[in-house]
């Protein structure tokens, strides 16, 4: 019997949620968007910035300094 890979660049398996979805899911565990961050997250939008791009401006900007 043959197994059964994926290609290397296929999606990974799961659900992909949206900002609002995401949103009330936090809210029911008490965490809640700041302003700062929202506002970070709208000038992303504007300029179009790719995930990879959002997650280095995020992690220099609120990531844990060793």
């Known amino acids: ?6 290609p290397p660049n296929s999606p990974a398996k799961g659900h992909i949620i949206g900002r609002r979805r995401f949103a009330k899911i936090s809210a029911v565990e008490g965490i809640h968007v700041t302003p700062a961050v929202a506002a970070d997250f709208e000038k992303f939008d504007n300029q179009n910035l790719s995930a990879a791009e959002r997650r280095k401006i995020l992690l220099l900007k609120y990531g844990k300094r060793r």
């Not at 019997?1 to 994926?6: G, Q």
């Open 1 to 6: 019997m043959t197994s059964v890979t994926r």
